[in-house]
């Protein structure tokens, strides 16, 4: 059966209580695809009823895949001995992300039955603070011991690989645990085993600490396609690694989180879909009071010329296309250099390169916008209008997309983060300039 099928099955036996049919069916699920469907059921209590009949490792894995505010739900209903259980079978960063979301009751009743290296390690890893790499860093990784030769390295992974994250990358240390270089089981497997690990290894290690921005971790791995970034302490010891699939996420999370501020949404600590209605009001009430007030001069430009457009009503037919048109080319311009910025593409050296290039582009954009409102201005209001219409688009685009630039380099000098500079704040700012400019060329070019 296809995916589609077997999730519709589980779905409704679940819902059908048919508690028979759960084993077969959720043997012939992914987990990632298991948790789609119990995260669709989103009962604690059924969803609960269903991990019991998995596997102890495939509930595990089904469990990590989860949101973390069912996990909380589940946790929070599970007796501590199962919770225990579940917990020691998880990867230890789903376990530290968890524990830290529990309430101080299940953390002791769960610190209590917990062997006392998972207790140790539990503690350790919930202790970095949220958003570093120590946060985000697992210590279940491959480790070889520096003088080992290839045969003792090959049987010592043999014996440790079913408890680790990936082995595909092994990392070597000395006596003190300080990390020297890695080695790929590729080379162990092709290599002679009587030959040491030292002599195999590369010892310039790409590597980050504890306290670097998991942003900066999921851009390292990124950019040097690693299967694994190892995490050292101020003393260069190993004490974790971050795995590619970690790093994706974390690339998932900062993109949303851009374009959410991108759109003058604050940030959201669950998903769209479990989001409350009151989180989803304060999480975009803000800047939408904000942008209330700062159009308020918008209004006021259009006051200040009121005798302008009294005297040429046919003004107002195209102030809505000159407005849009300024707002959209800084809509435009703030998307590119946001995302140049967060990829590194662009930095601040590059600011006058790219101001006199964007100069050059904003006129060829409103030379083009300028030819195809003319005509439009020409009949619809004659050569007077059409003049002020055709000026005042080439003048607004360049000004909108100067804006767009111009905003996410100052918000990022300044260390706030150029996201920051959404479509909404451009587009009113751009509104504003954009009256302003209009009216006035019409004032200075109709003789008013």
């Known amino acids: 059966m296809t995916y589609e099928t077997l999730a519709a099955a589980l779905q409704d036996a679940i819902v059908q209580n048919d508690q028979a049919a759960w084993p077969a069916l959720v043997a012939e699920l992914n987990p990632a695809d298991l948790a789609d469907v119990l995260a669709a059921i989103d009962q ?23 949101s973390m505010n069912l996990q909380q739900a589940i946790a929070e209903r599970m007796s501590p001995g199962d919770l225990a259980e579940l917990v020691t079978a998880m990867s230890a960063d789903e376990r530290a992300d968890l524990f830290n979301e529990l309430d101080d009751k299940i953390r002791y009743a769960l610190f209590k039955r917990l062997a006392r290296e998972e207790r140790e390690d539990l503690r350790r890893l919930a202790s970095y603070e ?21 045969a003792r390295a090959l049987e010592s992974l043999r014996r440790t690989a079913p408890d680790k994250e990936t082995i ?23 290599a002679t085993p009587n030959v040491r690990v030292d002599d195999l290894m590369a010892r310039e290690v790409v590597s980050a600490t504890t306290d670097t921005a998991q942003e900066e971790v999921a851009r390292l791995i990124s950019r040097y396609d690693l299967l694994a970034l190892p995490i050292v302490n101020g003393g260069e010891k190993l004490v974790g690694i971050v795995t590619y699939d970690d790093a994706m996420d974390v690339a998932e999370a900062e993109a ?21 209605p009151y989180a989803l009001y304060r999480s975009r009430v803000h800047w939408l ?25 046919a003004l107002l037919f195209f102030m809505p296309l000159l407005v849009a048109s300024a707002g959209n080319a800084g809509a435009q311009s703030a998307t590119l250099m946001v995302r140049g910025i967060a990829t590194g593409d662009v930095t601040g050296s590059d600011w006058a390169k790219l101001f006199f290039k964007d100069i050059l582009v904003a006129s060829a954009l409103g030379l083009t916008m300028s030819a195809a409102v003319l005509m439009v201005g020409f009949f619809r209001a004659g050569i007077d209008i059409a003049i002020v219409v055709a000026l005042t688009m080439i003048i607004v685009v360049l000004v909108g997309s100067l804006i767009g630039m111009g905003l996410p380099f100052i918000l990022n000098k300044l260390n706030f983060d150029p996201a920051t500079a959404s ?26």
């Open 44 to 66: 604690p209590e059924q969803v609960i009823g269903v991990l019991q009949v998995m596997t102890l490792e495939q509930r595990a894995d089904t469990f990590g895949y989860l």
């Open 130 to 150: 949220e958003g570093s790499a120590g946060a985000i860093m697992t210590s279940d990784y491959a480790v070889v011991q520096s003088g080992m030769t290839v």
């Open 168 to 190: 595909y990358q092994a990392f070597i240390v000395d006596d003190d645990h300080r990390l020297l270089g890695a080695v790929s089981l590729r080379q162990l497997i092709v």
């Open 256 to 276: 949303t989180e851009d374009m959410h501020k991108g759109a003058t949404v604050g940030k959201l600590e669950t998903s769209l879909r479990e989001a409350t």
């Open 289 to 313: 009071v904000i942008l209330v007030f700062a159009n308020i001069f918008t209004g006021a430009g259009i006051a200040y010329f009121e005798d302008t457009i009294a005297a040429h009503l």
């Open 423 to 448: 479509t909404p704040l451009i587009t009113t700012i751009a509104d504003v300039s954009g009256v302003l400019i209009y009216f006035g060329i019409a004032t200075a070019v109709l003789g008013l």
